[in-house]
């Protein structure tokens, strides 16, 4: 099965159609860069508060998310319809109820969630991860999903297998890059692949906490950025697919994706605040 290609910007068909504007006046949009990359997977009310963070851009273009969907169900019936509808996250989706979880198993010697600092569920202070696996085709393949709590920011890292050393290889190699005050504690479920989290704890100088069994949603930013991650690797194909250049494409695509919860904010642009960009940037691009 072939991969989405991060070129095939999803919702951009509105682009190429006439749209009503707030002042009712019909216009064809002039598809330019800018525009494109602030709409690329993005939610109409995303693409609607990004552009209105440009103050050069032509206000024409300014349109609520509510005229985004009316535009998109006023198309007559048709492939661009469905297409649009389809793109639209939550058209049509079911939710998994609360409890719904992978099998896991005991682990020995850990920190549960309960004894985390305080900090981190407040999301206040940066440095604080979660993880976890994303499985591919028949469970046989699988990608590592590391996400900062407080600037959304993601990584995104190949596994040659779901077994313990892998992965703890894995998370310790996409986390070294990043500076100590950056990288504090990791969240994870109670899965046998963290069985090594005493020597990802002395690897990496983080402490490592788990949820309670059957709760991934202790787990909230990570399972989030999990079902964004989809859009990109949709269930049942085979993650082996991926090369790590791919996976840094689809972090990079995520982590300029603009976030309510950081006032349309991307990740990439919060994270650039904490620390010095250029030096940071140089060392987590592999990655991201």
Known sequence: ?????????????????????????????SGNLLLKRSVV??????????????????????????????????????????????????ENKKRKANGESKKDSILQDIKTIHKRPAEVQERKIPGHWEADLIKGKDNKSSIATPTERNTRLCILATLPDAKAESVRK?????????????????TYDCGHEMSEHKILEEDLGIDVYFCDPHSPWQKGTCENMNGLIRQYLPKGID?????????????????????KALDWLTPLEKFAQLIDYHKTFETVAPHV
């Not at 991060?6 to 504007?21: N, S």
């Not at 273009?61 to 007559?76: D, E, F, G, Q």
């Not at 993650?239 to 994706?257: E, F, G, P």
């Open 1 to 29: 099965m072939t991969f989405i290609k991060l070129d095939m910007l999803l919702i951009t068909p509105l682009l190429d159609v006439d749209v009503v504007t707030e002042n009712s006046k019909s216009i064809q949009s």
């Open 41 to 90: 997977y993005g939610s109409p009310q995303q693409i609607a508060k990004r552009l209105k963070t440009f103050p050069d851009l032509d206000q024409t273009m300014n349109v609520s998310h509510t005229t985004i969907y009316s535009t998109i169900r006023a198309l007559p019936k048709g492939e661009l319809k469905k297409d649009l509808l389809s793109c639209l996250r939550h």
């Open 170 to 186: 894995a998370l310790a190699e996409a986390l070294k890059y990043l500076p100590a005050e950056l990288r504090k504690t990791l």
């Open 239 to 259: 993650l082996n697919q991926a090369d790590q250049h791919y996976l840094n494409q689809v972090a990079m695509s995520l982590n300029i994706r603009p976030r």
